[in-house]
Every structure is written in structure tokens, then in C-alpha cells.
């Protein structure tokens, strides 16, 4: 039987990946960006994205396979 999981560089190599991205997402459109409340706004969907994102990488998470 084989295990489908994961090794620690390639989790290691996603979160990176992942942080390099929302780093950029925040700088570009996130908290303090735009008019008044729309950097607000931005900035925590991309949060709340990023959250559900390093869950999935923590945790193994399939989000496809939930629905």
C-alpha cells in the first residue's frame, strides 16, 4: 500500500509559496490600499483566504473532496 501524502519540503515549499503570494496580494490590494474602506475589505478576504489555505496545507486538507 502506498502513502499518497505529502513530504515536509514539499509542505515547507507550499506555505512558502503561499506567503510569497499574500505578501505580494496585501502590498498590491490589501490593508491600506484604495479608497477608504476598499483596502479594508481586501485585505481581510485575502486574510481569510490565506487562513483556509495554510489550514489546508497544515492539515492535508482535500477541499474539493469536503463538498
Known sequence: MR???PGCL???LELLLLDKLFGWLQ???G???GCS???VGCGFILL???IVLACGTFFNI???RLF
Do not use: K, Q
Request: proline fraction near 0%; charge should be positive.
Open 3 to 5: 502513502n499518497n501524502r
Open 10 to 12: 514539499t509542505g515547507l
Open 27 to 29: 502590498r498590491r490590494f
Open 31 to 33: 490593508f491600506g490600499r
Open 37 to 39: 474602506c476598499t483596502g
Open 48 to 50: 481569510i483566504v490565506f
Open 62 to 64: 482535500d477541499w474539493t
